[in-house]
């Protein structure tokens, strides 16, 4: 009788107590996307380009509403460079394209580039 004892020491379906169901926390990972960079986009100065033609470029391109871009265009002439928007790299390297075709389809000397915001 004492040999049944044994055999039945552990739980009913034949496992020890030790190997019964795991339990733990679930973890869920969350992985953050890091946000793009922000490039800005600016319009250089020059004594050829007239402020007509600047005014809707920005209007064109950038979207700017007429008070807006002649804001900027003031702000080009009269500090040398302006703001013309902030954008992810792929757009900032696509309108600044997109100044420089325009220019050169007018024949002017208007540059644009673009910095890390």
Same mark, same amino acid.
Not at 2 to 17: H, N, P, V, W
Not at 20 to 45: H, I
Not at 71 to 84: K, R, T
Not at 94 to 112: D, F, G, M, N
């Given at each position: 009788?004492?040999?049944?004892?044994?055999?039945?020491?552990?739980?009913?379906?034949? @496992?020890? &107590?030790?190997?019964?169901?795991?339990?733990? =926390?679930? !973890?869920?990972?969350?992985?953050?996307?890091?946000?793009? /960079?922000?490039?800005?986009?600016?319009?250089?100065?020059?004594?050829?380009?007239?402020?007509?033609?600047?005014?809707?470029?920005?209007?064109?391109?950038?979207?700017?509403? @007429?008070? &807006?871009?002649?804001?900027?265009?003031?702000? =080009?002439? !009269?500090?040398?460079?302006?703001?013309?928007?902030?954008? /992810?790299?792929?757009?900032?390297?696509?309108?600044?394209?997109?100044?420089?075709?325009?220019?050169?389809?007018?024949?002017?000397?208007?540059?644009?580039?673009?910095?890390?915001?």
């Amino acid at each position: 009788m004492s040999d049944k004892k044994d055999i039945f020491a552990g739980d009913r379906d034949g @496992r020890d &107590e030790d190997d019964g169901p795991q339990t733990g =926390v679930a !973890q869920k990972t969350r992985t953050r996307t890091k946000r793009p /960079s922000m490039y800005r986009v600016l319009l250089m100065n020059d004594d050829y380009t007239p402020m007509e033609f600047v005014v809707e470029l920005l209007e064109q391109i950038f979207h700017k509403s @007429r008070e &807006e871009a002649v804001a900027v265009m003031l702000n =080009v002439h !009269q500090s040398g460079v302006g703001v013309c928007g902030v954008y /992810s790299f792929e757009i900032a390297e696509t309108k600044v394209a997109q100044v420089a075709s325009i220019a050169r389809q007018h024949e002017h000397p208007l540059q644009c580039t673009m910095e890390k915001a």
